[in-house]
């Protein structure tokens, strides 16, 4: 089960900064192989990272290079030969349920939490098959590559219609959803507004690029005291009705309302959760 609310990138050449993005508090902190890392950093990057996860500290995810390239094979060998195996992967650039599973295949009964992002056209139309492969705990949507694709701007409006799109073929899967990183690291206020917007669409969780934009996020898409309170009274109601149809406090409480009240649970606390 995917139960963060926020998620760190840091990038897998640059060991120096592990410690400081753990410390935002992200729910999950991300070291990336893919797009931070050049080239030429590449077995470095890696073998960092594996020496980071082999310490055994909860709450660390990687993201390997995409499969479909020759470093994204290196890294999925890298671990499918090595003792090291993160809590979550994210696979980037997925276009296929196909590279999903060969990821899978190869890792076997090791393989952890798989999280793909969805980042072109192609991907999307494939998101809703994407989402229902193996192991796949949660979805990323990329927007920076997608709106590169689209040839537009890394903001709201653009990138709407694929963004309720992605929502829908995941609901379809029954996975969650994870929001592309907000870049304006000196909007705060846009953070905020963006975090609103993500969650009223039906993203649970959203990325930062920034350890100063974890406590936004966190609190956009935490469930709050309150909620928390409701839907504790709520199921434990329901479960002393024997899971029948009650009205309580003024609400209709069936399975499916119930099983929303479970997943603001399940999302209580969940930094280094995931």
């Given at each position: 089960m995917?139960?963060?609310?926020s998620?760190?990138f840091?990038?897998?050449?640059r060991?120096?900064r ?14 990336d192989?893919?797009d931070a890392v050049p080239?030429?950093d590449?077995?470095t990057?890696r073998?960092a990272?594996?020496e ?20 994204g ?12 195996m993160?809590?979550t992967?994210?696979?980037?650039m997925?276009?296929s ?10 890792l076997?009964?090791r393989c952890p939490?798989?999280?793909p992002?969805v980042?072109?056209?192609k991907?999307?139309?494939?998101a809703h ?8 705990a ?6 920076g590559?997608?709106?590169g ?8 409006e653009p990138?709407?219609?694929a963004?309720g799109?992605?929502i829908?073929?995941c ?6 959803t ?13 953070l ?14 959203k990325?930062a690029?920034h350890?100063?934009?974890v ?9 709050s ?12 109601a329901?479960?002393?009705?024997g899971?029948?149809v ?5 609400k209709?409480?069936e ?14 606390g969940?930094k280094?959760?995931?």
């Amino acid at each position: 089960m995917f139960a963060a609310n926020s998620m760190i990138f840091v990038p897998g050449s640059r060991a120096d900064r592990f410690a400081k993005a753990k410390a935002a508090g992200a729910g999950l902190t991300v070291i990336d192989l893919e797009d931070a890392v050049p080239a030429a950093d590449k077995e470095t990057a890696r073998a960092a990272a594996l020496e980071q996860i082999a310490t055994g500290e909860p709450g660390w995810g990687l993201r390997i290079n995409a499969v479909t390239t020759a470093a994204g094979i290196a890294d999925l060998h890298a671990l499918a030969t090595g003792d090291v195996m993160p809590e979550t992967l994210l696979l980037p650039m997925v276009e296929s349920p196909v590279e999903v599973e060969i990821v899978a295949r190869v890792l076997g009964t090791r393989c952890p939490a798989l999280v793909p992002l969805v980042e072109t056209p192609k991907g999307l139309r494939h998101a809703h098959l994407i989402a229902a492969a193996p192991n796949v705990a949660a979805m990323m949507f990329g927007g920076g590559d997608f709106s590169g694709e689209l040839g537009v701007a890394l903001a709201w409006e653009p990138l709407l219609a694929a963004r309720g799109a992605f929502i829908l073929a995941c609901a379809e899967a029954k996975v969650p959803t994870i929001d592309v990183p907000f870049i304006g690291l000196d909007d705060a206020d846009g953070l905020v507004a963006e975090c609103a917007k993500a969650k009223a669409l039906g993203f649970t969780a959203k990325a930062a690029i920034h350890p100063s934009q974890v406590s936004a996020i966190e609190a956009a898409f935490a469930p709050s005291d309150r909620q928390v309170a409701e839907a504790e009274e709520a199921i434990a109601a329901y479960d002393a009705a024997g899971g029948k149809v009650i009205r309580f406090k003024g609400k209709m409480l069936e399975a499916p309302v119930i099983k929303n009240y479970r997943a603001v649970l399940e999302r209580k606390g969940s930094k280094n959760n995931a």
